[in-house]
């Protein structure tokens, strides 16, 4: 990536933006919950279905059908492929999401995605004749320090320390989000001419990835509209430092990651209108 920042800050930025949204949210997340939501089996694996296989599949045949450029596509992939969105529990829960279903869904994400993301990246290399380069079972090791065990920590820390996990929860999400604001923005210092031109060229692809995986993560979370709403939410947000973690350690090319924050901006605009009609829906 060429630009005035160094990639060793941005790498540093990324893991310390994702281990500190990912510590926040297991602070609010109680181990019960998701022994809770999991007696309902069937509903947890149709929603890790439209997550981890659904959106990454619909990502691959809307990109190929739109011809979009080689860097493109993977860009969009990319994001595709990363789930468990840092404000995705938040802005489940805000608009409705089931509380305790969305918490259990939120961390079985987290843990899977250490298996998935690597397994995704393998088949991405296979789809562009090993051009894709990211090292799958690196990329299992950054998930596993920058996801799961801050994930881990926090709930942790909320089971022994309930009292305190509480003081500090709300400060450490509002510093999470605004960590994660800030990684953008730096990264946009050094491809904002690259996000512009890759957001025009790709915006329709990433307007169609999202808006099936809403349609897609709404019908699998069905029939209660809370958990609908849970897993249309979570099926549409990617996990954008989960992304530009990877594309960082593998010094991705500037399109690639132009195309992925040009996928954040239009994503978290696309979801807003979803997210007032399932409060109208759910009187929250």
Do not use: C
């Amino acid at each position: 990536m060429n630009g005035p920042i160094p990639e060793w800050v941005l790498t540093a930025a990324a893991v310390g933006t994702v281990f500190t949204v990912m510590f926040s949210v297991g602070l609010g997340i109680a181990a019960g919950d998701l022994r809770l939501a999991w007696q309902r089996p069937g509903l947890m694996l149709r929603g890790l279905f439209a997550v981890l296989v659904a959106v990454p599949a619909l990502a691959v045949i809307v990109t190929r059908i739109l011809e979009l450029p080689r860097m493109a596509q993977i860009g969009v992939v990319l994001m595709a492929i990363s789930p468990g969105a840092p404000v995705a529990l938040r802005r489940s829960l805000g608009a409705g999401g089931h509380r305790a279903f969305a918490p259990a869904l939120q961390i079985s994400i987290a843990l899977l995605v250490v298996a998935s993301m690597p397994l995704s990246i393998a088949l991405l290399n296979d789809v562009y004749a090993g051009k894709a380069s990211i090292a799958p079972w690196s990329v299992a090791k950054q998930v596993l320090v920058a996801q799961l065990l801050p994930l881990t920590l926090g709930m942790a820390v909320r089971r022994f320390r309930r009292p305190l996990a509480e003081r500090f929860e709300g400060k450490l999400a509002a510093a999470g989000n605004l960590m994660l604001l800030a990684l953008v923005a730096v990264i946009l210092v050094n491809v904002w001419h690259v996000t512009l031109d890759e957001g025009v060229r790709v915006w329709p692809a990433i307007v169609l990835t999202t808006l099936g995986a809403i349609a897609m993560g709404h019908w699998l979370g069905g029939p209660e509209p809370a958990t609908r709403t849970a897993v249309a939410i979570s099926s549409a947000l990617r996990n954008p430092g989960l992304a530009l973690l990877v594309a960082a350690f593998n010094r991705a090319p500037p399109a690639i990651t132009g195309t992925v924050l040009a996928y954040v901006l239009v994503t978290a605009l696309l979801v807003l209108p979803y997210m007032a009609w399932r409060r109208r829906v759910t009187g929250t």
